[in-house]
């Protein structure tokens, strides 16, 4: 089957990191980031995960494009005349990516909740386990709220939930 998640996702060796969080939480200057490293872009925003036969959880790749706010488009890239405004509600940037795209699905290995906290004077991260694993991918689903209108999830909405989570460790990164 098939599930989308509202995160961002990059690969590094060949392993797909989920990067999970509240508007304004750090996903797009965290993604970026990371590509400025070794990693490489597989989606923005919204991730479709393929849940193969075998329990396999496999990331797929979307577009290369990052989408970045006013603030962190003019820290990384200055002059905002080169870039392509594509969001007025949101104040938004597309960032071409092909140079740090990774075209091939890959297997899911972490899921990174951030969080921004006003009492954190600094960088800190728990791993969440058990049944929050499961919660965790639940209130991450693209479109949860439709879920919820349709009268919940069905077994099979269930079931994917569950082998996602027990597919890769889960991190709660508060900052």
Do not use: W
Not at 42 to 58: E, K, Q, T
Not at 66 to 93: M, S, V
Not at 132 to 142: A, G, P, Q, T, V
Request: proline share 3%.
């Amino acid at each position: 089957g098939i599930m989308a998640v509202h995160c961002s996702a990059v690969e590094l060796n060949g392993k797909g990191i989920l990067i999970a969080g509240g508007s304004g939480s750090g996903k797009s200057t965290l993604t970026n980031r990371l590509l400025e490293g070794k990693f490489k872009l597989l989606a923005d925003d919204v991730v479709m995960l393929n849940i193969s036969d075998d329990g396999r959880i496999y990331c797929l790749p979307a577009f290369p494009q990052q989408k970045l706010c006013r603030d962190a488009a003019e820290k990384y890239y200055g002059n905002l005349e080169n870039l392509t405004y594509i969001d007025e509600q949101k104040d938004k940037f597309a960032i071409s990516r092909t140079d740090r795209f990774c075209d091939k699905k890959v297997p899911l290995d972490l899921f990174i909740h951030l969080e921004k906290s006003q009492n954190v004077q600094c960088v800190s991260y728990s791993e969440i386990k058990g049944h929050e694993k499961i919660n965790e991918i639940i209130n991450n689903l693209f479109l949860i709220p439709m879920f919820k209108e349709e009268g919940g999830f069905s077994p099979e909405n269930m079931s994917s939930c569950i082998k996602i989570a027990a597919a890769c460790g889960i991190i709660d990164l508060r900052r």
